[in-house]
């Protein structure tokens, strides 16, 4: 059952968040149970910035068993986690890695060894199994592994986590941009922000401040004179008409593009490339990426050659790391908490890296953190607490600043 955080008393600490994707919002739910004062302000729509644009992808962690374990850890920890603390959010339809290629098959013993190494589960098919379930595969497969991924909407499930902090007495500001810290003394004591629903700019002071911005965490980590060492790393998706599979598909083999087929309602999304960028508002959605995706996907499932166009766009992932890794691709997926009082700012906490499969646990790593620098003794609980559905969170509505 969902447990209500006691009510922050008005002397209890201040944190300020900064950022309203999936993990500003983890976070905000993570800190009030723990009886936090909570204010988060996100500079457009909740979710509407990276944490919206993925795939929708619950990941086993298989995808990263052989050359990520940490990331692939992780995410088969939060997988069975989300599935109990968010239920009903995910189409648990399981997914296939499938080898179409002696090379493929070349992959095919690391990847049960990884997967084992790592703890997830899985079932090993010969290839008319795996055509029984998915019938519109490639039928030149030679192989499949069997892991439990899963589908989830990627605004929705993280919308659990906003509502069940707002019940518990957060305050959520979406449409509000910070345009700078604020800084006295050398710590960071707040941030100075514009309401764009209704025009003004003020201060918002805080004991402590989070930078959960993602992929933008660079920008604001800057605004206070510190570094983050983020590599925006934006992929292309293209989504189809059909539904062309029921479980997720992915190629048999490391990390490439076009190599993932996630079903979502009657639609499938294909993905993904990738490259670097030096700013994640600058985002384009190049043409030889689409068809790169659509030819990729093909070979996983030959109707992905002809179904119908229904969108492409792109998405920064927020990868920890240097700008020089080519495509971004062989950086980990694992989060960092930094506190900057290590770089001689204090007050100022940044969260990023990882997935939204992870973003529960990203948001455990960083409330302990937290906690430690702002003397608090209270245990992270989410591991347990069911969120509120995603519908509760449109029960209330905000006040704006005057």
């Excluded at 379930?133 to 990627?154: G, H, S, Y």
């Excluded at 989410?382 to 600043?401: G, K, M, N």
Aim: glycine share 10%; charged share 25%; net charge negative.
């Amino acid at each position: 059952m969902t447990r209500s955080a006691p009510r922050a008393s008005r002397d209890a600490p201040h944190v300020l968040i900064v950022g309203g994707g999936g993990t500003g919002g983890a976070l905000a739910h993570d800190l009030t149970l723990r009886g936090i004062r909570i204010t988060l302000v996100e500079r457009g729509e909740f979710t509407s910035g990276t944490t919206g644009r993925h795939h929708g992808l619950l990941h086993s962690g298989a995808r990263y068993a052989v050359n990520d374990r940490e990331s692939a850890i992780e995410c088969i920890e939060e997988n069975a986690i989300l599935r109990a603390i968010c239920p009903g959010s995910f189409e648990e339809n399981d997914g296939l890695f499938v080898a179409l290629t002696d090379e493929d098959m070349e992959y095919y013993d690391d990847l049960v060894e990884g997967c084992k190494a790592c703890g997830i589960p899985i079932e090993e098919l010969a290839p008319q199994e795996a055509l029984r379930m998915e019938p519109l595969l490639n039928p030149e497969l030679k192989a499949a592994i069997r892991v439990p991924d899963a589908t989830m909407d990627a605004m929705r499930m993280p919308l659990r986590f906003f509502a069940t902090a707002k019940h518990g007495g957060a305050t959520l500001y979406n449409f509000m941009e910070v345009l700078d810290v604020v800084v006295d003394g050398g710590a960071v004591t707040g941030a100075t922000v514009r309401d764009h629903v209704t025009g003004s700019v003020g201060d918002i002071h805080a004991d402590l401040v989070v930078n959960a911005t993602g992929p933008w965490s660079e920008k604001i980590a800057r605004m206070a004179g510190v570094d983050v060492p983020i590599s925006p790393s934006p992929g292309v998706m293209l989504a189809l008409r059909g539904r062309l599979c029921n479980m997720v598909i992915n190629r048999m083999h490391r990390s490439g593009d076009g190599d993932i087929v996630v079903p979502q309602r009657a639609l499938s999304v294909v993905g993904t490339s990738s490259w670097t960028v030096e700013d994640p508002d600058e985002l384009d959605v190049p043409e030889d990426h689409v068809t790169r995706m659509r030819v990729e996907g093909a070979k996983l499932i030959p109707a992905v050659a002809q179904a119908g166009f229904r969108a492409a766009w792109s998405a920064a992932r927020p990868l920890i790391g240097s700008k020089d890794a080519e495509a971004g691709r062989e950086l980990s997926r694992t989060f960092k908490t930094i506190d900057h009082a290590g770089e001689g700012v204090e007050g100022l906490v940044t969260i990023t890296g990882g997935k939204a499969t992870t973003l529960r646990g990203m948001a455990e790593l960083c409330g302990d953190v937290i906690c430690r620098k702002l003397g608090i003794d209270r245990p992270c609980s989410t591991r347990s607490v069911t969120t509120l559905p995603h519908t509760a969170f449109y029960a209330e509505t905000e006040r704006r600043l005057a």
